[in-house]
């Protein structure tokens, strides 16, 4: 059974950075995408950041050149450093994961229960 844990959210003032740690364990496929989910309340979840097999990423344009998405050592780890945070970006930020589809991007099959990040001005 996959099982995907976030830690890493709190609370800090706009400007400040965090840092959120992502593990998906009891997945074994060789196949893996990783990507950081966000959702505000009385919004929608948007994609923040995502992270292929190959190590290519991509970027929700209002976070490029704040955030930055990698992997880990350990397998099926990623992290998302934010920096010069900003009271919008205050949301649960979400950790997913899951195999490459050809031509169809990540499944996102797997999700964490998510990690609060809050941000005042």
């Known amino acids: 059974q996959v099982q995907v844990l976030e830690s890493g959210g709190g609370s800090v003032q706009a400007g400040g950075s965090l840092t959120l740690s992502c593990a998906a364990s009891g997945y074994s496929d060789s196949s893996y995408c990783m990507g950081w989910f966000r959702q505000a309340p009385g919004k929608e979840r948007e994609g923040v950041a995502r992270?292929?097999?190959?190590?290519?990423?991509t970027y929700l344009d209002s976070v490029k050149g704040r955030f930055a998405i990698s992997k880990g050592n350990a397998k099926n780890t990623t992290y998302l450093q934010m920096n010069s945070l900003k009271p919008e970006d205050t949301a649960m930020y979400y950790c997913?994961?899951?195999?490459?589809?050809?031509?169809?991007?990540?499944?996102?099959?797997?999700w964490g229960q998510g990690t609060q990040v809050t941000v005042s001005s």
């Open positions: 997913a994961g899951g195999p490459e589809i050809a031509g169809a991007g990540c499944s996102y099959k797997y």
């Open positions: 992270i292929d097999t190959d190590g290519i990423t």
